[in-house]
């Protein structure tokens, strides 16, 4: 109430639209008669209104949150949505001095770094909407006077004043503790404590920020990294270019030092492969000199045991690709070919069709240019295949001959060569590039 207040005084002055956004989190009775009261309100001052109701409860159940971790997804979830509605530029949160110490307190005691000292941010940017915490400087105390002093009539939620909540024990018994015992200003220590890391913070995630963008290469779903980039930053870089990372395939669940141990391990150790869970249902897989964090796209898909190709023709795959095959003359080739063609002397081929197929028990593969043939899962590893890609690789095959692992090799018998008078040539690609 004090903040809306407070807004729309200088609204005028800073020519500010206010868009007054109101949850009820299905907790308590009474929040029924504080929506229509807030709407009412609204209405008064002259100001547009949303209103949502949200069973926390159930969504707790969902995402396996606990009650406060579910209220604070379902509040911004909400906040960022009326925010796209009206097109506005910025979030106002009332968030004050006493919530700052209480967060940095309850972080020290869950174990923290130096973000999780830095408590509440006063600004920050999310899914590109500026978030702002004017009465972050302000004491509880101060604002109930303001309240007063402009007859203002906001409602308390008695569940703050109730001790089942961890936040709620350290607002009502330790912190009047510590000022009873050690320090009666500890709300005004926590808060500078929180300022003076929010400054390092700022400069250790800039600094990581650019790192990040420098090491890190992107795909559909996926981050890479070479493990040698990562091995030599400093630690502290590293878990904060980790967790960058992970941000970027999950929003809702975030890394813990836990997890970032984990994976300072895998990638430190001298083993040449790995896999680790992540939460929000991702994965880190160490393959040679390879970090990869994927999403859904590298796991593993259902390809159908076997698939015929057209040919001519174009053949859809079961995962989003097609495999394009089609005749055409030696002098029409260009050379070289793609990761993605394969030039095929069709006079070579057996009799049969041929197929798309994941690899099979005691695959072997006769890679173009080596001596002889050798087993697949060998040739894999040669080549660097990331363990978690190797059983979804498409694998053009006529009876048990692999004659071409699309972005990888063909097979050296069924090569171009100076004999060749009729070429097939097979091309793969994303079902999207289709005309």
């Keep these: 109430m004090a903040l809306l207040h407070m807004l729309l005084r200088i609204s005028g002055e800073f020519k500010l639209k206010l868009v007054v956004a109101h949850l009820n989190h299905g907790l308590r009775p009474e929040a029924v008669e504080e929506a229509a009261e807030v709407k009412n309100i609204a209405f008064k001052w002259s100001l547009s209104h949303e209103t949502r109701t949200v069973d926390i409860r159930s969504l707790k159940r969902l995402h396996g949150l ?16 009326v925010a796209r509605k009206y097109n506005a530029h910025c979030v106002a949160l009332g968030h004050h001095l006493d919530d700052q110490a209480e967060t940095v307190l309850l972080n020290i005691i869950r174990g923290t770094g130096v973000d999780g000292l830095a408590g509440i941010l006063p600004k920050y940017e999310r899914e590109n909407l ?3 915490r004017p009465l972050l400087c302000l004491r509880r105390r101060e604002i109930e006077d303001y309240c007063r002093d ?30 009873k015992q050690y320090n009666p200003r500890i709300k005004e220590a926590l808060f500078r404590l929180a300022a003076l890391a929010a400054e390092d913070r700022l400069f250790l995630q800039g600094f990581a920020r650019k790192k990040y963008k420098e090491i890190a290469r992107f795909g559909k779903g996926a981050t890479f990294f070479k493990r040698n980039d990562l091995i030599v930053l400093p630690k502290a870089l590293t878990s904060r270019i980790l967790r960058m990372a992970h941000n970027r ?14 994976i300072l391990k895998l990638i430190l150790r001298n083993k040449t492969t790995g896999q680790i869970a992540l939460p929000g249902g991702l994965w880190i897989f160490l393959t040679h000199n390879r970090l990869i964090l994927s999403g859904e796209y ?11 190709l057209k040919v001519p023709g174009k053949t859809l795959l079961s995962a989003g690709e097609l495999i394009d095959a089609r005749m055409v003359k030696v002098e029409e ?16 081929l057996p009799p049969g069709n041929l197929t798309v197929r994941s690899r099979w028990p005691g695959a072997r593969f006769y890679p173009q240019g080596a001596p002889g043939s050798k087993k697949l899962k060998s040739f ?15 694998l053009v095959t006529i009876q048990e001959d692999i004659l071409w692992i699309p972005g990888v090799r063909i097979a050296h018998p069924y090569r171009v060569t100076n004999q060749t008078k009729h070429v097939l040539l097979l091309e793969y690609r994303m079902r999207k590039t289709v005309k």
């Design 66 to 81: 606990t009650e406060e971790e579910a209220g604070r997804l379902a509040r911004y979830q909400f906040f960022f949505d």
């Design 130 to 132: 500026l978030l702002i």
């Design 150 to 179: 402009h007859s203002l009539d906001p409602f308390t939620d008695k569940s703050n004043l109730e001790t089942d909540y961890t936040r709620n024990k350290i607002r009502l018994e330790l912190i009047p503790q510590i000022e």
């Design 249 to 262: 395939h999950s929003s809702s669940k975030q890394l813990d030092r836990k997890h970032i141990d984990q």
């Design 298 to 308: 590298l796991q593993k898909k259902k390809r159908p045991v076997e698939i015929s």
């Design 333 to 348: 080739l260009s050379w070289p070919p793609s990761r993605y063609q394969a030039y095929i002397d069709y006079d070579s």
């Design 380 to 394: 894999l590893i040669d080549q660097k295949i990331p363990l978690n890609q190797r059983e979804n690789l498409p």
